[in-house]
């Protein structure tokens, strides 16, 4: 009998830690949902779904998913936060993001324009001009109705030569994709009319049309 009463209190401290530790796991858990809701915007009369999160481990990151209903190359670039002047809201000095497919396989590559003609010419890889490829990684899939990539980036690259830093607050994006009516429209090649402007917070979830561009 006393063995038993004896035994009541360990038993009770085991259940109370076992309880302190669920509700431990469950605030965890809802601290990482919340930073990790996703985000979303249709753009190109819903036929390129953007969504994003945001996550802070090991560092600052957008996680991004772009939606294509269609067969064809996806871009999507990022201009300096305040950006302003006429080159800004054209294809000039921005930190682009690519992909292209090969049998459905995708391939993501960090890119920047900055050429003297508002940046009207294909983006180069920032390897080619002493920069860094700063995606962290990539996946996706293509079939010839959708097209589907997903890719992370830091914040903060450190690439000054052709990134751009993420920041909390409207950033002007540029997106554009592949020509449906191309031969082949994996083919990285002028988008034609496929392509638009925005204004996206990528921390704060919010984002709407940019009037001025």
Not at 72 to 77: A, D, E, L, N, Y
Not at 108 to 126: E, I, M
Not at 182 to 194: E, K, M, R
């Amino acid at each position: 009998y006393q063995r038993r009463v004896r035994g009541r209190p360990k038993k009770l401290f085991i259940i109370q830690k076992m309880k302190t530790l669920a509700l431990f796991l469950v605030a965890t858990i809802a601290l990482c949902v919340s930073q990790t809701i996703p985000y979303h915007v249709e753009l190109d009369s819903g036929k390129y779904i953007l969504d994003w999160a945001v996550t802070n481990q090991p560092q600052a990151t957008v996680n991004i998913t772009i939606t294509l209903y269609q067969k064809g190359w996806i871009g999507i670039g990022l201009h300096a936060f305040n950006a302003t002047g006429q080159n800004n809201v054209d294809m000039y000095d921005v930190d682009f993001y690519i992909t292209t497919f090969s049998s459905g396989t995708p391939t993501t590559s960090d890119r920047f324009t900055n050429s003297a003609n508002k940046g009207y010419s294909q983006p180069v890889t920032d390897l080619s001009i002493g920069g860094k490829d700063n995606v962290l990684s990539f996946t996706g899939s293509q079939n010839d109705q959708l097209s589907v990539v997903s890719f992370s980036r830091y914040f903060v690259t450190g690439d000054t030569v052709g990134d751009h830093d993420v920041v909390d607050g409207y950033m002007h994006i540029i997106w554009a994709h592949g020509d449906p009516q191309s031969s082949d429209p994996n083919t990285l090649a002028y988008h034609g009319s496929n392509r638009g402007h925005y204004l996206v917070n990528w921390v704060s979830g919010d984002s709407k049309p940019c009037t001025n561009c």
